[in-house]
């Protein structure tokens, strides 16, 4: 018998799971607040606990399936592991279950694009994929829904592949590391040693040049992606090549897909259609399939995304950029494309990660930033300005809210300019979650532009 604990968007997927499978649980969450009326009313066969596990359970299951927000350092959750309960997650249940091919996509930034833009090719060459995991429909809800897919594309967190154990990919990636979330692991090292879980049983391992990860992939072939000018060395090596006079997606002596065709230009939005091309090599897709995502995918929303240009100032939108690593490829990104230079907007919670990383893109790119939220201080802190040539500590504001910081950077910016939201942190300080936080940005955004389209008209 299976106790599910977490009682969220994953844990609620479990008890659906289970009850089409006939599978008695429990379920369990440890917030004693949560309304679960509804949930007793959904599944009345299941008996729910709030703050503390009945005594009376602990001898009636097995096996816990723990919700990815839950750590397995948790006390309590290492109090039954030591009593011989075991701990899977819903992959582990997926993994199970699946009975078709599963590409897997893991990463501290960009994994929800590659997952979207590998199920978006794959359908365009006529398969039926099932798109889920860390991004939309929770996985189980793909396995239980009314269709047969053919293959299944998943997004997966590092929390998620903690525990999962048996799952077998035709295909997987980690995209990059960079720190996050380390204030749930011991360091950087326990951080990558979850993310590389996605290729212990893979028949395909994509993975970017510069990650150097190979020594813990022990089946499967191996293939690379990067940018880099000549990193195309052999058929396994995807990058970008010149052909017909003009920069190519490609591997090997193989062009794909050409960079111009691409709606989105920059390194990062390169590098992660080479995962895509990289990830699909097991289905032999015709490039026209591909060329044609690459021309029509614009993007999911809250990631670099163009919310106004007004006043000849462009304003983005990245709030899902919740670690140092997605902020850093944001500025570089945007910078390279920016006439004029940048206003950063960042903050929010650390998460105990390193921002000093942060220095050289700010250096290079940015005529001010504007802290916000719980760890503006410990931003400011990770400078050296001693060691800026561009950039210097006036150009340091800090503020209390994002409204505040709106209206700094509409005063400051000029024709040409770009105003970033990209806040390196994770947004539970001040907003429920990145998407609303993105969400009160965009509507701060069109207040303050709509402001300056009644001044250019009067």
């Known amino acids: 018998m299976y106790l599910v604990a977490g009682l969220g968007v994953t844990g609620q997927s479990v008890l659906r799971y289970f009850q ?38 602990l001898k009636q ?23 011989g309960k075991q701990v899977v ?13 599963v590409i897997a996509i893991t990463g501290s930034n960009g994994k929800s694009t590659v997952t979207t ?19 939309g429909q929770p996985a189980l809800d793909l396995l239980i829904d009314d269709n047969e897919y053919d293959v299944y594309v998943l997004e997966l967190s590092s929390f998620q592949l903690e525990t999962t154990y048996s799952l077998t990919t ?39 040049k510069e990650l150097g990860v190979e020594g813990v992939i022990h089946h499967g072939k191996i293939v690379r992606f990067c940018i880099e000018e000549g990193s195309i060395k052999s058929d396994k090596d995807y990058g970008i090549m010149q052909h017909n006079n003009q920069a190519w997606l490609g591997h090997g002596e193989c062009p794909q897909v050409p960079v111009s065709a691409m709606k989105l230009q920059g390194h990062h939005h ?5 995962a895509m091309l990289a990830l699909c090599r097991p289905f032999h897709i015709d490039n026209a399939c591909f060329e044609k995502v690459l021309n029509e995918f614009t993007g999911l929303p809250h990631r670099t995304e163009v919310v106004e240009v007004a006043n000849d100032i462009t304003w983005v939108n990245d709030s899902k950029g919740t670690n140092v690593g997605a902020t850093i490829t944001a500025i570089n990104s945007v910078g390279q494309q920016t006439k004029g230079r940048l206003i950063l907007i960042a903050g929010g919670v650390g998460k105990e990660a390193d921002f000093s990383g942060l220095q050289a893109p700010i250096n290079n790119y940015c005529k001010q930033v504007i802290l916000f939220g719980r760890d503006q201080d410990l931003i400011a802190q990770a400078f050296s300005f001693e060691k800026c040539n561009a950039f210097t500590e006036e150009m340091l504001v800090k503020v209390d809210d994002l409204a505040s910081a709106v209206a700094i950077a509409l005063e400051n910016a000029l024709p040409n300019d770009c105003v970033l939201f990209s806040p390196a942190c994770a947004s539970f300080d001040q907003y429920t979650n990145y998407v609303k936080r993105g969400e009160h940005f965009i509507e701060l955004v069109h207040q303050a532009c709509n402001v300056i389209r009644v001044n250019e008209n009067a």
């Open 117 to 135: 833009i590998t199920g978006m090719a794959l359908q365009e060459a006529g398969y039926h994929v099932g798109v889920g995991g860390n991004i």
């Open 170 to 208: 035709i295909s997987s990636t980690v995209l990059n590391i960079s720190e996050d979330h380390m204030d749930r692991y011991l360091g950087i090292e326990d951080y990558i040693q979850a993310k590389t879980k996605v290729f212990a049983d893979t028949e395909l391992a994509v993975i970017p």
């Open 270 to 274: 390169q590098l992660n259609a080479l």
């Open 89 to 101: 997650g819903d992959i582990e249940l997926f993994a199970r279950a699946v009975g078709a091919p």
């Open 61 to 83: 299951f097995d096996f816990i399936v723990l919700s990815p927000g839950i750590a397995l350092s948790e006390p309590w959750v290492a109090a039954l592991q030591k009593m």
């Open 20 to 57: 089409t499978q006939g599978e008695p649980c429990f379920a369990f969450d440890t917030r004693i607040s949560l309304d679960v009326t509804e949930l007793q009313t959904q599944f009345s066969d299941v008996q729910f606990a709030l703050g503390e596990i009945p005594s009376s359970w």
